[in-house]
Each structure stands twice: as structure tokens, then as C-alpha cells.
């Protein structure tokens, strides 16, 4: 199992980046798939995630109405839109793999690091003027 963030950047705050996370070694509909985010000095925190087999999603309330996420099964690929990008959401960004994919979405859980099992290399977006 192998996943590989990418797709970040320098951005101005207001602006946009689309984010994305090609993995490989597993099917889409056996793990749930959640975008973390650390800044220096802060836990690793969960963004969202994406469920295929229960065709649900998850957002941490820090971005939601601001961020996307969604998944290419084609492509093997799944892409965090963000928009309206604030300085606070500086961070190195991770995806990663969770076999919990029946847990409902609007309980939370899916945004704690320790209910994923595989972890990709981090993505960098700075947002700064």
C-alpha cells in the first residue's frame, strides 16, 4: 500500500490549490481515504475524508464550506480542493489509508490520526502574501 501526496504550493491567502493523493496496492471500496494537515509546532490534525463504500465524506470544521474532497476511482486518486485559503492553513499536508470504512462520517472519528493504517509522504502549501 502506497500513497503520495502532491500538488502543493506558495499561495496568497484567497487563493486556491487542489491537492492530490495517488495511492496504490488496494481498492478505493476496502479504505477510507483522510487529508491531515501539521503546522510547525502543532498535533497533526485530520481536514477530511472520504469513504467510497459508504459514499460519505467528513470535514473538520476549521475548513468546511472552504474545501472538497473527492475521489477519481479511474485514476486511483484522491483530490483535496481548497478554496478561500487563509495564512492559518499552513501546514504540511498528508493522506492517508483507514480500513474503517463503515464508521458513519458525522460521529468524528474519522479525523483522528489513529484510525489510519497507511500514511503517505507530506505536501507543503504555505499561504502568505
Known amino acids: 500500500v502506497q500513497l503520495q501526496a502532491s500538488g502543493g504550493g506558495l499561495v496568497q491567502p484567497g487563493g486556491s490549490l487542489r491537492l492530490s493523493c495517488a495511492v496504490s496496492?488496494?481498492?478505493?471500496?476496502?479504505?477510507?481515504i483522510g487529508w491531515f494537515r501539521q503546522a510547525p509546532g502543532k498535533e497533526r490534525e485530520g481536514v477530511t475524508c472520504?469513504?467510497?463504500?459508504?459514499?460519505?465524506?467528513w470535514y473538520a470544521d476549521s475548513v468546511k464550506g472552504r474545501s472538497t474532497i473527492s475521489g477519481d476511482n479511474a485514476k486511483n486518486t484522491v483530490y483535496l480542493q481548497m478554496d478561500g485559503l487563509k495564512p492559518e492553513d499552513t501546514a504540511v499536508y498528508y493522506c492517508?489509508?483507514?480500513?474503517?470504512?463503515?464508521?458513519?462520517?458525522?460521529?468524528?472519528?474519522?479525523?483522528?490520526?489513529?484510525?489510519?493504517?497507511?500514511w503517505g509522504r507530506g505536501t507543503l502549501v504555505t499561504v502568505s502574501s
Open positions: 492517508a489509508a483507514s480500513p474503517h470504512v463503515a464508521v458513519p462520517m458525522w460521529r468524528g472519528v474519522m479525523g483522528r490520526p489513529q484510525m489510519y493504517e497507511y
Open positions: 496496492g488496494f481498492s478505493f471500496d476496502d479504505y477510507a
Open positions: 472520504i469513504s467510497s463504500r459508504s459514499s460519505s465524506t
